[in-house]
């Protein structure tokens, strides 16, 4: 079953703007991460944060935490015509045999921005 | 250090046939992962390998599909007789013990 969702599923914004992203999950754990996508093209790894940690930034990137929640939020800053992509949150679900780390993906988020 | 590689990038076959996706991990990552991803859709884990080894390979259909990570050479995922809902982009991921995977290009395979 899908693990994350991503919320809202396509956003619109001007060059500039911020944009941020939601994600959800069910189950606990060790790991969440954010890939991009662009069209046709293979995944981007954007940012790690572990399950102890709330809060992380790089560059224009910001990811929150809440495990309580179950919940991560991704903010993009002045966010430029090259940030058009699709965003996916990639959760780790350890196997119950062998210790696989195997990503749970969400369907995705399209991020359009506009010149 | 070159990444994740993946042959072909696009790869058609006529239902029945066979298709074989290629993944060559990065240098120094001994752990092997392959996803499938629908059109619209996030991607879906299918199997996870060491060298090898598979070591999970609970997201792998039951029949047509099965995967390889030999001792020397890439990692293959193989599908016989394919088949039309077979479409989709196969990706790979390596990673070191237990940390970021780093994803191919992927390998698009239509089935006519």
């Known amino acids: 079953s899908q693990q994350g969702e991503e919320d809202p599923q396509a956003l619109s914004i001007q060059e500039g703007e911020n944009a941020t992203m939601n994600c959800s999950y069910k189950?606990?754990?060790?790991?969440l991460q954010w890939y991009r996508q662009n069209s046709g093209r293979g995944l981007v790894h954007l940012i790690l944060?572990?399950?102890?940690?709330r809060e992380k930034h790089s560059g224009r990137l910001r990811v929150t935490l809440d495990t309580s929640k179950k919940s991560s939020s991704l903010l993009i800053t002045a966010s430029r015509a090259a940030d058009t992509a699709s965003y996916f949150c990639?959760?780790?679900?350890?196997?119950?045999?062998?210790?696989?780390?195997?990503?749970?993906f969400g369907k995705g988020m399209k991020l359009t921005v506009n010149p | 250090n070159a990444g994740v590689m993946q042959n072909p990038r696009h790869l058609v076959r006529r239902r029945g046939q066979e298709a074989r996706l290629r993944c060559s991990p990065m240098k120094g990552h001994s752990h092997v992962y392959w996803y499938r991803q629908l059109p619209e859709e996030g991607l879906k884990f299918m199997v996870y390998l060491q060298k090898e080894n598979i070591i999970d390979e609970s997201g792998m259909p039951k029949e047509r599909f099965s995967a390889e990570f030999p001792k020397e050479g890439p990692s293959i995922l193989r599908i016989q007789q394919v088949v039309r809902g077979d479409s989709a982009a196969y990706f790979c991921?390596?990673?070191?013990?237990?940390?970021?995977?780093?994803f191919g290009p992927g390998t698009r395979l239509t089935v006519l």
């Open positions: 189950t606990s754990i060790n790991n």
């Open positions: 990639a959760t780790d679900a350890l196997a119950a045999q062998g210790g696989s780390e195997k990503l749970v």
């Open positions: 944060i572990r399950s102890n940690e």
């Open positions: 991921a390596s990673s070191p013990l237990g940390y970021t995977q780093y």
